[in-house]
């Protein structure tokens, strides 16, 4: 059961544009992750939030946790071909059995130089 | 590098057949989890164990396997290959301290590419 969903699923821009990513959930999650991954590479860790609301930068990309922390956003900033990857946001929950980790959908992003 | 190793990079085998895939995880890491990677599924998890425990179980088929050893490398094992187990699998480790832990993201591995013929 995917838990959390991620839109839009692709996205192709020009560079230079700005977008937005979307990460849904009906669960609340202890923290959310952002990941990017490139191809033939495993995911990397963007950013975590963690409070409700809570809003992180790193140079051009934007994360924000929803205040009930179900949901988070990433938005990119004059996006560059570099930017180029599928962006994975990863909820964190702490059961009796330890942390867990559930993935989104992914969006895969394609900048266009 | 995360420093998460796994081996082998590229695997293709025939339906029926059995492989195993390794992973290493990085230095300090108690927890490996292991996930399956498609195109028309995402990431899915398969299964956690925890300093040689298992953990937790997502959704690991009955033909699969795992286990984590004293040295905390873990090993994935595929049983009765179908052509739909063709994916990537991906290892990952964190640190977990045992509690909750907000700040203990994942480290992923490059991922073993499995093909099924």
């Known amino acids: 059961t995917q838990l959390l969903e991620q839109s839009p699923q692709f996205l192709s821009i020009q560079e230079g544009e700005n977008l937005t990513v979307y990460c849904n959930s009906s669960?609340?999650?202890?923290?959310l992750q952002w990941y990017r991954q490139e191809p033939g590479e495993g995911p990397v860790l963007l950013v975590t939030?963690?409070?409700?609301?809570e809003v992180k930068k790193l140079k051009r990309l934007t994360f924000q946790f929803g205040d009930a922390r179900k949901d988070s956003s990433l938005h990119i900033t004059a996006a560059q071909p570099g930017d180029t990857g599928l962006y994975l946001c990863?909820?964190?929950?702490?059961?009796?059995?330890?942390?867990?980790?559930?993935f989104g959908t992914g969006t895969s992003l394609t900048v266009i130089p | 590098d995360s420093g998460v190793t796994q081996t082998p990079k590229h695997l293709i085998t025939a339906t029926g057949q059995r492989v195993t895939l390794r992973c290493s995880p990085r230095?300090?890491?108690?927890?490996v989890y292991w996930y399956q990677q498609s195109l028309d599924q995402g990431l899915q998890f398969l299964i956690q164990?925890?300093?040689?425990?298992?953990?937790a179980k997502g959704n690991i088929l009955e033909r699969f396997s795992a286990q984590q050893f004293p040295d905390l490398h873990s090993e994935l094992n595929l049983s009765s290959l179908e052509l739909g187990d063709s994916a990537l699998y991906f290892c990952?480790?964190?640190?977990?301290?045992?509690?909750?832990?907000?700040?203990?993201?994942?480290?992923f591995g490059n991922g073993t590419r499995l093909t099924v013929t």
């Open positions: 990952a480790s964190s640190v977990d301290p045992g509690t909750s832990s907000r700040n203990s993201p994942l480290h």
């Open positions: 939030v963690v409070t409700g609301g």
């Open positions: 990863a909820g964190h929950s702490w059961k009796n059995t330890g942390n867990q980790f559930y």
């Open positions: 230095s300090g890491d108690l927890s």
């Open positions: 164990y925890y300093n040689g425990e298992e953990r």
């Open positions: 669960s609340v999650f202890s923290s």
